[in-house]
């Protein structure tokens, strides 16, 4: 069945940007389009809507205060042109925030999430975001509250079933998250999957045999079947 979605800007050309981008997804359905939050209102109790892309900063009422009033709202993906209500938006369990101008490969990531809701990761909305992986960051849920990790800081990250843990120079966190969904979060040209339990940060492996990499005094294990590629990934980027 298709996801039915309800797009809220006040933005045409905001909203012509999604729709192009939906039109290519055919597991999308675009059903309603409004540019507030009291037309949205109306088209919620209207119809059935899964999922809606909700802007910010829209005449009348703020989309983080509107959803805020809906007892029993769609998922949602904020989608605006202001970091700065990032960490509030978390707050409200949205399914991704997205940061315009969005784009195609942004925006399916964000909908994959929604297919793997033990995903508790987004990148943070930055102007950053899309220049070098050392300016990205990234925030995880923990302890009831988000966590920002710089990616250039990662080391290696390890797989503990329904967990990761993520491990930096300095510290340690171990949110509830898949390893793989968090993999198709992070730039493949700076991190690789090594082993089903591992991805190591390609810059911060030291040394490396056929059967483990070293990564600040710590060896990791290759496993068998990722053997051929992380060797050959290696001795391409001369590491």
Known sequence: MKIRCLLVDDEPPAQAVLQSHIASLPMLQVVGQCH???????ELQRQPVDLMFLDIKMPQLLGTHFLRTLRH???VIFTTAYPEYALEAFDLDVVDYLLKPISFERLLRAIQKIHQPELSIAAAPSP???HASSDRFLYF????KMVKVMVSDILYIESLKDYVR??????QIVPKQTISSLEEM???ESFARIHRSYI?????????SPSHVEVMGKELPIGRNYRQEIENTIRVRGI
Do not use: G
């Not at 190591?200 to 490396?208: H, M, P, T, W």
């Open 73 to 75: 709202p769609p998922k």
């Open 166 to 171: 993520i491990v930096t120079a300095t510290k």
């Open 186 to 188: 992070l730039p493949e």
């Open 141 to 144: 849920r923990v302890d009831r």
């Open 128 to 130: 950053q975001l899309h």
């Open 200 to 208: 190591v940060a390609l810059d911060k492996i030291d040394s490396f």
């Open 36 to 42: 507030n939050a009291i037309s949205a209102l109306e």
